[in-house]
């Protein structure tokens, strides 16, 4: 297993932050933070902690939290992972290891694409000035679909621009066809706290699966795709060296989008898959989703944000905004959707009775990850389930951790 260097508090805010944010690392941030209040980070059981604010657009440490609106309290090593990209606020959030002795968690959301900018210099996503052109100098046409055939320095370049890609007709009628008897067969077998599937629930209380994992360990079929050349071809469109992961990000997994569902993790909100940490070692890093069924306007498409991989991104502000770079991707049965882990994208609920999709993914990412990510293990065991299985939802942590 590959490891990080744990990180010392007071030696990285003496010495390595300051060096950080004068080689500009500040000034990404501070552009994005504007006269947002001071925060504050301590270690558990100390006294030891050390504010951030922007004064004359800069980013200033200082040691203490007297100034601060909102203290952020992490163990030494939660605060390391931070730092790493190892773990995100939200992932600390559902593993319960970050606490509010001062504030509310929506002030740490508004520094937290700030922070990854102070500490890693990933610049914060602007939508206002992202350049989306095609080869040509052009705007691209975000709504574009390609074939998996066509002119594969045209596809790298779409999905590298958009972040996102839509190919036709990949899989044949009579492959989706036998594709989607396994999904079924394994839904059959599903039960709730078996390790292997997500479960939501319905206004009328009843208990429904949303999601099934590692269906490759229980499917040859589904297995196979492991050596799917067609996939592997894919994968070579992101441009970077990536490996299929079966054994470990929860295999091969099927997302199945259903009507009424009014608790746990139907419906995703938008969010990016590196959202609960682990962005510096899986990313980049795509996900294919192979349609299984046809998904129109009604059927929860998966709809995504243009351009918003190059960058950490304001989620819960981008989500209210909509706008001309919301895409909803509208697919048939053997289409593939193709995008970057970091692409902020949602799975909203089927807007009609009877509606919804499933779709079977899988995905590749840096060699990275495998260093790090045991086999059996992935970034989503961080979500508490409930004794029904039910998947917490952010909203619900932060109605059970806020005043």
């Excluded at 030494?76 to 593993?95: C, K, N, P, T």
Aim: hydrophobic share 35%; glycine share 8%.
């Amino acid at each position: 297993m590959r490891a990080f260097e744990p990180l010392d508090f007071d030696a990285f805010h003496r010495a390595t932050l300051p060096r950080l944010l004068e080689s500009g690392n500040g000034e990404l941030a501070a552009a994005d933070l504007g006269d947002t209040p001071p925060i504050a980070f301590r270690i558990s059981g100390t006294s030891i902690s050390y504010s951030y604010a922007v004064e004359r657009g800069r980013v200033v440490v200082r040691e203490g939290d007297t100034t601060a609106a909102t203290i952020v309290e992490l163990d030494r090593d939660d605060w390391s992972d931070l730092v790493h990209e190892l773990r995100s606020i939200f992932g600390l959030l559902y593993a319960g290891a970050l606490h509010l002795p001062r504030g509310r968690f929506e002030h740490v959301e508004r520094w937290y694409p700030a922070l990854r900018a102070m500490f890693s210099g990933r610049p914060v996503y602007d939508e206002s000035s992202a350049e989306l052109l095609d080869r040509n100098g052009r705007r691209l046409d975000l709504y574009r679909s390609f074939r998996l055939h066509d002119d594969p320095e045209e596809l790298t370049h779409f999905l590298r621009t958009a972040g996102y890609l839509h190919l036709r007709q990949v899989f044949s009628a009579t492959e989706i066809e036998a594709l989607s008897a396994e999904v079924e067969r394994l839904r059959a077998l599903a039960r709730p706290g078996d390790g292997r599937s997500w479960w939501a629930k319905t206004g009328s209380g009843e208990t429904v699966l949303c999601r099934l994992t590692y269906a490759n360990e229980r499917s040859l079929r589904v297995g196979a795709l492991d050596d799917e050349p067609r996939l592997q071809r894919i994968a070579e469109l992101s441009g970077e060296r990536l490996r299929c992961s079966s054994d470990r990000m929860e295999g091969h997994s099927v997302v199945i989008k259903l009507a009424g569902a009014v608790e746990g993790l139907a419906d995703l909100p938008w969010h990016t898959d590196c959202g609960l940490g682990g962005h510096s070692v899986m990313c980049p890093a795509i996900q294919i989703g192979i349609q299984l069924d046809a998904a129109g306007p009604d059927d929860a498409p998966l709809r995504v944000r243009a351009g918003s991989w190059r960058g950490s991104c304001h989620v819960r502000a981008l989500s209210e905004r909509g706008g001309e770079l919301e895409v909803a991707l509208e697919t048939q049965p053997g289409d593939c959707t193709v995008h970057f882990a970091d692409l902020l994208h949602a799975a909203p609920p089927p807007a009609r009775a009877g509606g919804g999709r499933r779709t079977l993914y899988v995905s590749y990412y840096s060699p990275t990850l495998f260093e790090v990510v045991a086999p059996g293990h992935a970034y989503n065991d961080v979500l508490r389930r409930r004794d029904d299985g039910v998947t917490a939802s952010v909203d619900d942590l932060l109605t059970s951790t806020e005043p």
